[in-house]
T-cell receptor, first 112, second 114 residues
Framework: SQKIEQNSEALNIQEGKTATLTCNYT??????LQWYRQDPGRGPVFLLL?????KEKRKERLKVTFDTTLKQSLFHITASQPADSATYLC???????????FGAGTRLFVKA | GAVVSQHPSRVICKSGTSVKIECRSL??????MFWYRQFPKQSLMLMAT?????????EQGVEKDKFLINHASLTLSTLTVTSAHPEDSSFYIC??????????FGDGTRLSIL
């Protein structure tokens, strides 16, 4: 069955450092991967989408990579801030394109 | 950006009550809407996929008579939890999307059945 694996342990980093979160998936490589941010008691908020033919994508302080050989995506937040503290979800589109499976997310804590 | 409104944000009710949750896409027409359930510190679990004007497609293990989904228009889908029991208590989240676009999520509904 399809799986998305994210590090279940919380990631604690110091303000100003770069946070790196990992997403590993099984089976086939999807046409694209997505990253979302979720705050407690709220719905996920879309951040970035990276397609299989894109090695890297950037948006402000965010950077996502997609390695179809390793079946892995890395999500980086540079110059992290306490406001970046949240749970970050990785998502993979299933065959056919519109259904998506989500990882359980990695909680990030950025200390001032 | 795309906005999805989900209402109510929180419901507390007695066992046996039916609860309706609304999901609206406010500034775009959604070809597809999804309903998820999320337990604490766990992933979003897809319950059903809903297309306007057609019957919802339920995931394995989700009772369609328990979780009634109506997708009346391109901007509105509703989930009704019928005869809710304490085990139905959870965080329910909807999302809406246009073809080949990311999903946009509502803020979820915290359902507590006493």
């Amino acid at each position: 069955s399809q799986k998305i694996e994210q590090n279940s342990e919380a990631l604690n980093i110091q303000e100003g450092k770069t946070a790196t979160l990992t997403c590993n998936y099984t089976n086939y490589s999807p046409a694209y991967l997505q990253w979302y941010r979720q705050d407690p008691g709220r719905g996920p908020v879309f951040l970035l989408l990276i397609r299989e033919n894109e090695k890297e994508k950037r948006k402000e302080r965010l950077k996502v990579t997609f390695d179809t050989t390793l079946k892995q995506s890395l999500f980086h937040i540079t110059a992290s801030q306490p406001a970046d503290s949240a749970t970050y979800l990785c998502a993979k589109a299933l065959a056919g394109g519109f259904k998506t499976i989500f990882g359980a997310g990695t909680r990030l804590f950025v200390k001032a | 950006g795309a906005v999805v409104s989900q209402h109510p944000s929180r419901v507390i009710c007695k066992s046996g009550t039916s609860v309706k949750i609304e999901c609206r896409s406010l500034d775009f027409q959604a070809t597809t809407m999804f309903w998820y359930r999320q337990f604490p510190k766990q992933s979003l679990m897809l319950m059903a996929t809903s297309n306007e004007g057609s019957k919802a497609t339920y995931e394995q293990g989700v009772e369609k008579d328990k979780f009634l989904i109506n997708h009346a228009s391109l901007t509105l889908s509703t989930l009704t939890v019928t005869s809710a029991h304490p085990e139905d208590s959870s965080f329910y989240i909807c999302s809406a999307m246009q073809e080949n676009q990311p999903q946009h999520f509502g803020d979820g509904t915290r359902l507590s059945i006493l």
